[in-house]
């Protein structure tokens, strides 16, 4: 009993359950669609692409396109769809398929196969896809195959349903459906609304706060109050919250750069404070610590918190229960604002001596960094403090992994710009094609900043037609994996030139030629400043600007800052 | 009671486990270590290099690594160790592993891990890695975590025994052996050997062959009887025992060029062959087909005994049972001499006109070819029929998918030359790491002939310090992903171009430079002629070339072939 639509010029797939899965897709909010070529997932090209109801995509590098899809998501908060062929293509989706799981990013993985029965016998292009991702992904459906029955067209709708809606419940993630599909695949049907496709909404229950009563109680009790801010969206409300009780020095608010809360009073620099308390470390321990969102960053935030651990943490997050500092004695699993207006905290007797320590900690921390900086040589720790003074008010600032986003830490936060980066795994395998999926739907300026190793891991990020309107690049040449050099350990090892560091001399410029991206390099503080106004002017495009520094210098001068900061 | 070496001087890491993996994979014969930049993965790095036992290597990128160490296990028939860094990094080995798993390479796959008790708690770099790759690998193992009581110790160093073992036993493959670490990762330690560890051989059974008599009739009544041979290294006994056979017109024998089985009045050219049978296809139809080895790469002999099945299909080979033309009546794991020795033949009654119509069409389309190829325009397949001319004897040919392998198929193999190719998943992912993974391990002269899509797939292929001393790719740049356009189905639909073909107009000059290799450019048949004998000089070092082909012909033309050869 299929209502035909007006579109009768419109074609789709002959395979029904495909047909079924782009209207399901559309009915429930998706609107952007990345394809890698392929010829078992045929029909569904034909089907989204035909449907002229999506935004689509291709993009023939199935590790770069996941990455896309994952940048696309974080700015529309919505499911992208990725849709590759059957073998080994799968498996290239898999490096953003687990960074997304962890950052709570939804996205929908459609995969073609072939026929169930020809798995494992020896034809080409097939692997056991289904629940391939089962260990990096919220939930794996598979089709049934070649459905025309009524009852299993209506249980691969359902499946699609489940999918899309699982992928943005609670904490969102990826989700993936895998499709087997015989031969023809390039057929192609007229266009067919299904109305008869039951679509129900889901509504979340409000979480049941346990005890209530009890919490109250320990905010009440709990004279030092640490708030810890991990990776997040901006969430006015909630900040509006948090600022008053800073203001009122009724908590410590800490905050990461890539939580994007912005607070005055709040403890930005968390590595540059911490690195100050010396012995005296319990004088700034909490007896409540309350952290919410998304990862952290810092190494020495994790490291302080699980050698002087509170009395009581509360992890107020949608993710999954976790134990970061191994102190948990709360976990609430809903969105902070909704937690904190239930419980609505009054007043508490708060310890004066603690927030005036901390504050001193911060003030002084600040000082220590402005003096250090303004008198350094050049090297990593310099370019930062030149660079990210001359970014634009509003601009979108893509933090790549994983020396840069520590460095960038370091400095204080815009409260204009938002800060992003892949810190769900926090791996180097897509910072660029992170931010250029990001950028496609941004209607800001963006600028990546990453270092040589993570933008020769994704370089084949530009390889495809989607360019985005305006986007920059500073790649930090420091002839490989700075980080090794600013971490303890490897300096010890005879390998940490060619096995930790993988010291390189190459630069990008033939890659910006190749993907026709205007290039400029810079080699000192000087030529840095000559260049940046006109790398960041308002003008359209892509511009790529090399940055070296050298590595055998920066390391020292990390270590004299850390030293000078005590 | 550890007996200390003479090598005092010498250090491991502290990690016991680790220092005593690496003594059992000298033991058991690795030799080649393939690491990617890491710090989880310190122990290891440290333990395998210090050691000096082993060739160690550096490559950045997880997915290329993975696709070198292929390469090098194809070449050295050993499984060679790759070992990375815990999280992402981690996924990126996946699309390799599956290559190996289907086309049957033996490889080590060692992952660095968090702590057990640290994963979903929130701290970077960690995903759940145990079993991560279950759905594509012999088999996965998981060290106790940071063990040291001697049980513990045996009981790890049983997992890495075995894992070696497994990798290497029946059909080889990869296996996976994750190992948790805690920090420090970077102490140091004496070199110790640990002589107690007891390593079992395994006497690998022979194959029971079920009811021999019963096979030896068949055989016997057998008088159409058709071996098939897929990839495998060459293997003189068996190609001598084959020889044999078809000089007495006792079989017709059928090789793929990646069978590497070269027998005189064998079929060679499958497709070219099937093509001409018409409508009479009954007349050329086994009772009796013996596949031998591994993947097949003609989609035509796949349909033409799937619907002109045996009578009986005997699949002889060490790979896992398969069923590809749903007609197998007998599985015989064992390698093809010996079964044959076994069941030892008798010369059989057989049908002389059977013999007959496959050679009539063998020598008639072999006729038609070279009319055809010497009057055709320029294209993909005047490129290949050019090229191949040229190649050296004793060469190495690494033939790139998925166009490229089926031009090649339709040519005459050169008896002395080794034909590679990814054809057990058959994906593009990492033709050109694989190829140069081989040629590091390889004394002889490797070219590699790959697609503009494959070629730009693997750009990272260069990114690492270990220049093989001679290799030639030949890029066929038909501006995007020829196979479509030779398939039927995309060009019915709307979204030939940009879904399918993925048409770009790039080149890979810039990635040549930026990769410091020596590029040159063709365009048709005189500047290609004109430049391939330099090309193949006897230089040593890296050289490309990169023939441009016009994407709008070649499917023109390779249709034409192939009604011309009927």
Redesign the interface.
């Known amino acids: 009993m299929h209502k035909k639509t007006e579109r009768l010029d419109m074609l789709t797939t002959d395979k029904l359950s495909v047909a079924r899965l782009v209207l399901i897709c559309s009915r429930l909010g998706i609107e952007d669609v990345i394809?890698s070529?392929?010829?078992r997932n045929?029909p569904m090209?034909?089907a989204f692409?035909?449907s002229k109801l999506f935004n689509?995509y291709?993009i023939?590098?199935e590790?770069a396109a996941a990455f896309y899809a994952l940048g696309m998501s974080i700015a529309t908060k919505n499911p992208t769809v990725i849709c590759c062929t059957s073998?080994?293509?799968v498996?290239?989706y898999?490096?953003a398929i687990?960074?997304a799981?962890?950052q709570g990013i939804p996205m929908v993985v459609v995969t073609a196969d072939r026929p169930v029965e020809w798995i494992?016998?020896?034809?080409?292009?097939?692997?056991?896809?289904?629940?391939?991702f089962r260990?990096?992904i919220k939930s794996s459906f598979q089709f049934t195959e070649e459905a025309s029955e009524e009852q299993d067209l209506i249980a691969n709708d359902t499946y699609t349903i489940d999918a899309i809606q699982t992928s943005l419940n609670g904490w969102p993630g990826p989700v993936h459906i895998n499709i087997p599909l015989q031969e023809?695949?390039?057929n192609?049907a007229p266009f067919v609304e299904h109305p008869l496709i039951q679509i129900s909404d889901i509504v979340e229950k409000s979480v049941d706060i346990p005890e209530l009563n009890r919490l109250q109680k320990i905010w009440k009790s709990s004279r030092r109050k640490i708030i810890l801010m991990?990776q997040s969206t901006p969430k006015p409300m909630l900040h509006h919250m948090l600022n008053n009780w800073v203001q009122n020095k009724e908590v410590i608010l800490l905050t990461e750069t890539s939580s994007n809360c912005y607070v005055n009073g709040a403890i930005q620099n968390i590595d540059r404070v911490i690195t100050n308390f010396g012995a005296s470390k319990t004088k700034y321990q909490a007896d409540l610590l309350i952290s919410i969102g998304g990862?952290?960053?810092s190494k020495k935030i994790?490291s302080y918190f699980l050698n002087n651990k509170p009395i009581y943490h509360w992890h107020v997050s949608r993710?999954?229960k976790?134990?970061?500092f191994r102190a948990l004695t709360d976990y609430i699993p809903t969105e902070a604002i909704d937690f904190f207006k239930e419980i609505e905290p009054d007043e508490s007797l708060n310890e004066l001596t603690f927030q005036n320590d901390w504050e001193q900690v911060r003030l002084h921390t600040s000082l220590r960094h402005n003096e250090f900086i303004n008198n350094i040589a050049w090297s990593d720790l310099k370019l930062f403090d030149i660079a990210l003074k001359e970014l634009k008010d509003d601009m979108v600032l893509h933090m790549g992994n994983?020396t840069v986003v520590r460095y960038i830490q370091l400095f204080n936060q815009n409260p204009q710009i938002l800060y992003l980066g892949n810190?769900g795994?926090?791996?180097i395998?897509g910072c660029t094609s992170t931010a250029l999926g990001y950028t496609i739907k941004s209607e800001k300026k963006n600028i990546l900043i990453t270092g040589d190793?993570a933008f020769?891991?994704d370089?084949?990020a530009f390889?495809n037609?989607h360019f985005p309107s305006y986007f920059r690049i500073i790649v930090v040449n420091n002839q490989g994996?700075g980080?090794?050099r600013i971490?303890?350990?490897?300096s010890?090892?005879?390998?940490l030139k060619?096995?930790?560091?993988?010291y390189q001399e190459?630069d990008a410029?033939?890659?910006a030629?190749?993907n026709n991206i205007d290039y400029k390099s810079a080699h000192n503080e000087d030529e840095l400043k000559h260049i940046l106004p006109e790398f960041l002017d308002d003008s359209k495009g892509v511009k790529m600007l090399e940055i070296f520094t050298p590595r055998e210098i920066n390391d020292t001068v990390l270590m004299d800052y850390f030293n000078y900061l005590k």
């Not at 494992?120 to 391939?132: A, L």
């Not at 010890?492 to 390998?495: A, D, F, I, P």
């Not at 060619?498 to 993988?502: G, I, K, L, V």
């Open positions: 394809f070529p392929g010829s045929a090209v034909i692409v035909e689509t291709c023939p590098d590790r073998g080994s293509a498996l290239n898999a490096p687990s960074e799981y962890y494992d016998q020896g034809v080409g292009q097939s692997i056991r896809q289904n629940e391939v260990n990096i023809p695949l390039y192609q991990g990862p952290i960053v994790l993710e999954s976790k134990d970061t994983s810190r795994v926090g791996g395998d190793m020769y891991y370089s084949n390889w037609h994996g980080i090794f971490i303890p350990g490897p010890s090892t005879h390998q060619h096995y930790f560091e993988a190459g410029h033939y890659l030629k190749h």
